[in-house]
């Protein structure tokens, strides 16, 4: 009965008329549709994980749902593989057809770890007993899709205590394993004694040790099934973030994902998580000094177009470093005397004609070296009185409204911003200075950022982003991204 409602699904969805999507779509990318909301694992990390992943390679396109009860035909129709990250009751009867329907049409799927439990015999809450107290029979076809599942009967499946062991390809010729070293070594679970069905066909295994309370057999973890046309991707791997993160995890899921929904594998064998673009910036991010937090350091994160080195001063300076990189960044705070060795390599750096973005407290940096901050910077943080000046302020949870100033590279297009912050006011500036932000709180000086007056490269100063609330607002982000670009000569 389920093959038949299976085939006339598939049926009625080849002969509706499908409406064009590829708008809310990327170009040329896999649509993948993650199944996610319950499980006896943690999914609330490993969901966003798995999703991280597959963005990383820059070869899908990822949704997810957190009801996979709520699937139909239409609601699937776009996609071109679905990711079971799910361990919990059943969808009910649409959305099962629905989804074996999708896979029976040519489709994809993906198991991951837990998602070769529910439906059956052994789930701990497939089979639950309904609000009327008749117990909810166990959904067999869903082990047919995957190519095995978990069984009660002798011998039970189940695993011994989690321990670090090697995976290893047994079908080094599948597109999957293609490519990738014969082993690779994990810290998980290592499910043993899954019902498995006629047909799969075993791309790795690992020894389930005696010594760790296995069976001393090689189990088969990694396999591959076809479903009428479709083709399925099941990893018994993944128990939670920690162990999701292992290299060998990573490429074999993103490189299974990509098989099963393309029947092509085009990653590489080493998939990174952070990727980088082959021309991406080079850039020092100099710190110390002063406090800050953590968040920080995110500022910069997840762009490809950019690759951070982090140095604390005064030592970043300490070596001819105009080759090794293409902007500095500095979030650092040192008032007092440059040694004359950093001295000179930094303004070798600056003749040279490489970036400069200058944030926040970093005005305060090199007091009693004038050629930094009247030719470089453009401006100072009083430390003290100055006569006829009086010392500059600042004060901290300041909430501002900042708005961009022209059309600059750095700000055009951004929308006017209320942010959280500490202000400066009473600096000093130089005269003619390009202005990018201003505001009008009474505790801030109305210039917020500006380009700096030195001619023989670009530089950039950005009073904002003392704390948490700036660095995690996205519109500060990209406006300390374009100053990063922008003063690299990109």
């Known amino acids: 009965m389920l093959l038949a409602g299976v085939m006339s699904a598939a049926a009625l969805a080849q002969s509706a008329a499908a409406p064009d999507d590829s708008f809310f779509f990327e170009k040329?990318?896999?649509r993948v549709l993650i199944l996610s909301g319950r499980n006896n694992h943690d999914w609330r990390a490993s969901t966003p994980h798995l999703r991280r992943i597959l963005d990383a390679t820059g070869r899908f396109d990822v949704r997810v749902t957190e009801e996979p009860s709520g699937l139909t035909a239409e609601s699937l129709r776009p996609y071109d593989v679905l990711v079971s990250d799910y361990c919990g009751p059943r969808w009910g009867g649409t959305a099962e057809k629905a989804v074996a329907a999708f896979v029976h049409s040519g489709k994809g799927l993906v198991a991951v770890h837990a998602a070769s439990y529910p439906f059956g015999e052994a789930q701990i809450l497939g089979s639950h007993q309904t609000p009327t107290g008749v117990r909810e029979p166990a959904w067999s076809e869903w082990a047919t899709i995957v190519g095995?599942?978990?069984?009660?009967?002798?011998?039970?499946?189940?695993h011994a205590k989690r321990h670090v062991y090697e995976v290893k390809w047994t079908n080094a010729?599948?597109?999957?394993?293609?490519?990738?070293?014969?082993?690779?070594?994990?810290?998980?679970?290592?499910?043993?004694?899954?019902?498995?069905k006629p047909g799969i066909e075993v791309l790795a295994t690992a020894l389930d040790a005696a010594e760790q309370g296995g069976n001393g057999r090689q189990e088969p973890l990694l396999w591959t099934n076809r479903y009428g046309a479709g083709r399925v991707f099941h990893t018994a791997l993944g128990h939670d973030v920690a162990a999701m993160s292992a290299p060998g995890f990573i490429a074999s899921f993103a490189r299974g994902v990509e098989w099963t929904a393309s029947e092509k594998v085009t990653l590489?064998?080493?998939?990174?998580?952070?990727?980088?673009?082959?021309?991406?910036?080079?850039?020092?991010?100099v710190t110390g000094g002063h406090d800050h937090e953590q968040s920080f350091y995110a500022v910069l994160d997840g762009l490809r177009e950019i690759r951070v080195t982090v140095n604390p001063h005064p030592a970043a300076f300490g070596g001819d470093f105009a080759k090794a990189y293409d902007c500095i960044v500095l979030y650092d705070y040192h008032v007092g005397d440059l040694p004359e060795v950093p001295q000179r390599n930094l303004r070798e750096y600056l003749e040279s004609g490489k970036g400069m973005v200058v944030l926040h407290h970093a005005i305060a940096n090199y007091q009693k070296w004038p050629f930094w901050?009247?030719?470089?910077?453009?401006?100072?943080?009083?430390?003290?009185?100055?006569?006829?000046?009086k010392a500059s302020t600042y004060l901290h949870d300041q909430d501002l409204e900042v708005t961009p100033v022209g059309d600059h590279p750095i700000v055009k297009g951004l929308p006017p911003m209320y942010i959280h912050d500490e202000t400066y006011k009473g600096m000093w500036r130089a005269e003619g200075l390009q202005i990018l932000l201003k505001t009008n709180h009474p505790t801030?000086?109305?210039?917020?950022?500006?380009i700096g007056?030195?001619?023989?490269?670009?530089?950039v100063y950005i009073q904002l982003g003392h704390g948490r609330e700036a660095h995690e607002n996205p519109w500060y982000r990209e406006l300390v991204r374009r100053s990063v670009i922008w003063a690299a000569g990109r």
């Open 268 to 285: 590489p064998a080493s998939v990174s998580l952070d990727p980088k673009d082959k021309d991406a910036l080079r850039v020092m991010l």
């Open 444 to 450: 801030s000086d109305e210039p917020l950022a500006w």
């Open 373 to 389: 901050w009247k030719e470089v910077v453009g401006g100072r943080y009083l430390m003290q009185d100055e006569p006829p000046a």
């Open 28 to 30: 040329g990318k896999l």
């Open 148 to 158: 095995g599942a978990w069984t009660e009967k002798e011998p039970k499946t189940g």
């Open 453 to 459: 007056p030195w001619t023989k490269s670009r530089v």
């Open 173 to 196: 010729a599948h597109p999957i394993a293609q490519g990738m070293a014969p082993s690779f070594t994990v810290s998980d679970e290592l499910y043993h004694q899954f019902a498995l």
